[in-house]
């Protein structure tokens, strides 16, 4: 009887993880405005950083953030990844580019794909507006947003984009 072993070189294992999230207060006000189609952030009265989505409170300054911002679906690119590996659970053409955007009014990258154009072709500082759903498929999600494509408009240089975080 053969003692030979393969190499194990990768299993399978099924995880999945449900939860459930309760949204109140500025998170509930969000996904109702991007149930209507608008993004709205919120202005930290210390420091002046826009939250979108709110959290309601300044993680930098711990103070409530009761201002409300609208956001533009308008942004710029900070940085991006090109993702060339398949996965089960992604049906997108390879290879694809997910970015995380500074929307316009907005102090904090969102992160979401960047279609129509190669994945090559993104870069930082590539200004990008949002691809919505049909407005019969919105609900409270950021799901409304399917992704987001290149503008003719001229990159912002890295100088420019504001403290960001
Ligand atoms: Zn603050």
Partial sequence: MSEEKSEVKAIVT???LVYQFSAIGSH????KAISEGKLVGERCPSCKKVYCPPRGICPRCGVETPEKVDIDDKGTVTTYCIVRVPSENIDLKLPYCA???????SDMPIMALIQE????D???GMRVEAIWAPEEDWGPTM????YFRPIDEPDVPTEEMGDWY
């Avoid at 509930?28 to 996904?31: D, H, K, R």
């Fill in 14 to 16: 099924p995880t999945k």
């Fill in 28 to 31: 509930a006000e969000f996904l």
């Fill in 99 to 105: 970015a995380n955007i500074l929307l316009d009014r």
């Fill in 117 to 120: 154009c190669p994945a090559e």
């Fill in 122 to 124: 993104v870069r930082i």
């Fill in 143 to 146: 799901e409304n947003i399917r």
